[in-house]
């Protein structure tokens, strides 16, 4: 799907539709509700459990929604028990993957270096990498949000064929702000911002202002249709990454056409 000026909506539906129960109710229910929807120049991008990936790319309507996985691995195939390959994902018709979530690297100890050598696999294979970057709540207490997001990227980055740039899609994830980590408060508006600012800034220096222009950054962190203005719109950011307001169908597409 071509992205340029279009506001992205990246559905992470994390570990959860948790049985095929739970599943066939989520696609049916959107499926209605993308019907009764109105019109969108905005793209939707799903990505459901990779168990589930060939069930949403054959049910749902492909002219308005785009498809993803949640990670993969770094090579193509081979013996890597347990782990899929960027070819798997694009051979059942998903075109982005997510890398770097916060969550992988807490709880499956996920480095930069494995996600920059992931990167590098997924932008062989002619996907577009979802790269997850942001603080947790004892960096931001420590006032390093911004140091941490530049070691991010710089690590992340590294070595990346400057052609291939423009097909990353960065995401600024503050991890205080997820929604299963009980925030208190979200982002202001000018947390936001800064984060953006420092990312643009990042990439004008590395790769030049053509190469900056046509990356997009979004924003992830318990975004609905209620606070859409406040992490997505007035912010100026060129998207978001939902994850529990996923689950529920008429709420994500309410997401996308707040959009509009
Ligand atoms: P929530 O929308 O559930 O907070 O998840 C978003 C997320 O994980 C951002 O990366």
Redesign the pocket.
Known sequence: MNLENKKLVVA?F?MNLASKTEKDYWLSNFIKAEKKSEATKNALILCPPAIFLDEFVKNINSKTTSFGAQNCFWEDKGSFTGEISPEMIKSLGGEFVILG???RKRFLKETNEMINSKTKRVLKSGLSPII?VGENAEEKRNDQGLEIILNQLNSILEGINRGLINKIIL?Y?PVW????NKPDHLPTINEIMGAKLLIKKFLVEEYGVNIAKRVKIIY????DSKNINQVCLEPEMDGV?????SLIPNELIKIVTSLN
């Open positions: 992470n994390k979530h916060s969550e997850c995401c994830e702000a997820i929604s299963a992830g962190g318990s975004a990454l939902v994850g529990k307001a």
